[in-house]
């Protein structure tokens, strides 16, 4: 009997995922392949969110057409921050989820500051603390500990010396993001230390894009919301209320 040869062929198939970053002064988008960035387009002048993000988003899918990628899913920031740059981004989310019928994921803020930051900190115990700013001495934040699990829930805060205090009383605790820059001349603890120079940007959502991917963990397209946190209130410009017109 003549004998058989069984080919199997194996393809490979890597999941790829867009993932969209709106919530504060950068506007970022990045194409990741099973958590590994494959492209990054950005840009942090801020106020252009409108004007920028599609053609971001268009630059992207380009992208993956050529690299013969099928889009799987899409991330998006899920707040708090911006309230007009959130829903520029999660519009431009779930219109793309619709048309393409995929899923949506989405990553706080929060978490996604904390996860950025935590390469960057040495110290097993200590807490991390990121700070979004909501003006004047108020601030956008929650608590982690080094696996990214809840210590303190989202909550709007405003800072003063006792913010806080309880629990750098027991522990160290980081601060970083853009509204942790008002609280350097506030805390004066031995426990409190601060990290510069941590974005949300949409480079460093990849993984933990994958990670909610490989969890099953979308949302409903049709009925999430940012997490604002706060009302909108629309606001006349100054130059409107003077009567002067806009040169």
């Known amino acids: 009997m003549a004998s058989r040869t069984l080919i199997l062929t194996f393809v490979l198939i890597m999941t790829t995922i867009l993932c969209i970053e709106t919530s504060g002064r950068t506007c970022s988008v990045a194409l990741s392949t099973d958590g590994t960035m494959v492209f990054e387009k950005s840009d942090s002048c801020g106020q252009a969110h409108s004007r920028l993000l599609h053609p971001f988003i268009q630059d992207a899918l ?39 019928d ?26 991390l603390c990121p700070m979004i700013d909501a003006r004047r001495m108020e601030v956008y934040t929650a608590m982690y500990d080094k696996q990214l699990q809840i210590h303190s829930p989202l909550a709007a805060v405003v800072i003063d010396e006792h913010s806080f ?22 805390f004066t603890s ?5 990290l510069d120079d941590i974005d949300t940007e949409a480079r460093n959502m990849c993984v933990p894009a994958q990670k909610r991917w490989e969890e099953k963990q979308n949302v409903d397209i049709a009925y999430f ?21 806009e040169r």
Request: aromatic residues 8%.
């Open 62 to 100: 380009d992208q993956a057409k050529s690299l013969g990628l099928r889009l799987d899913a899409v991330a998006v920031s899920a707040g708090p921050g911006s309230y007009t740059g959130l829903r520029i981004g999660v519009s431009a989310a779930k219109g793309l989820c619709y048309a393409l």
């Open 102 to 127: 995929i899923p949506l994921l989405t990553i706080s803020t929060l978490e996604l500051l904390a996860f950025t930051a935590l390469p960057r900190i040495a110290d097993t115990n200590a807490l």
């Open 165 to 186: 205090e309880d629990t750098l009383a027991s522990s160290f605790v980081c601060f970083f993001g853009s509204g942790a820059e008002k609280c350097k001349r506030v």
């Open 190 to 194: 031995s426990h409190a230390m601060f």
């Open 225 to 245: 919301e940012p997490h604002y946190l706060k009302d909108f209130v629309a606001s006349r410009p100054r130059n409107k209320v003077l009567g002067q017109s």
